[in-house]
């Protein structure tokens, strides 16, 4: 049981280039969701799925895309990536009704 | 341009003592809420959570008190180790959205 599994660790994009972050947990969890953390601050909701085939938007959804095909996985997608968004990217799980549990981060920086 | 980073509020304590770190939250209808513990370099981890019908809970040295009068939570730790030394964050949850929004972090570091 490996709960919330992040790739890569550490990523540098160049302005522009498109990337996908992988997130893939093996709890049966319902819940999914991407969130940003840049320094000082808390962790903001990009994007959320309470099933396969759904997902929704967060607080900070704008330059993002995410999918749903599995229940384990649950991809970020950058579509052109840009300066601001250089920040530590995190994914979690959870029953629907319960704690989420979290990734380690994928570190990125885009320059 | 890019918005600048806040400094996260600090308590600072000695070894042995409690320590008490607060949070207010928004949203009258969020019916669940969670506090986490995030180390240098790690992602957030599960301390306690607590549900709205109920005003405190207890876990090993920690008790969280919920306020809904004043949308008030507190995590309280009993007898402040060195380790305890970490960022927290609460997260209030709403049964209606499911969406877990998170405060902006305290820094709690212990003094040896």
């Known amino acids: 049981n490996a709960g919330v599994t992040q790739t890569p660790k550490f990523q540098v994009l160049k302005t522009g280039q498109s990337m996908t972050l992988q997130c893939a947990q093996d709890m049966n969890h319902e819940y999914m969701s991407w969130y940003r953390q840049d320094p000082g601050m808390g962790l903001r909701l990009i994007h959320y799925s309470v099933g396969a085939g759904i997902t929704d938007q967060g607080e900070v959804p704008n330059g993002y895309n995410v999918s749903r095909s599995t229940t384990e996985d649950f991809p970020l997608r950058l579509l052109s990536a840009a300066p601001s968004q250089t920040s530590v990217y995190f994914c979690?799980?959870?029953?629907?009704?319960?704690?989420?549990?979290f990734g380690q981060g994928t570190r990125l920086t885009v320059v | 341009g890019e918005s600048v980073g806040l400094h996260l509020p600090t308590l600072s304590v000695q070894e042995g003592d409690n320590s008490i770190i607060n949070c207010a939250y928004s949203n009258s209808a969020s019916d669940y809420f969670i506090w986490y513990k995030q180390e240098s370099g790690k992602g957030p981890q599960f301390i306690i959570d607590i549900r709205s019908n109920m005003d405190k809970r207890q876990g090993q040295r920690v008790t969280v008190l919920l306020n809904k009068t004043v949308k008030h939570l507190s995590l309280q730790i009993a007898a402040t180790q060195p380790g305890d030394s970490a960022v927290y964050f609460c997260?209030?949850?709403?049964?209606?959205?499911?969406?877990?929004?998170f405060g902006t972090g305290t820094l709690l570091a212990v003094q040896p």
């Open positions: 997260a209030e949850r709403s049964g209606a959205t499911n969406k877990l929004i």
């Open positions: 979690a799980s959870s029953l629907n009704e319960g704690a989420a549990f």
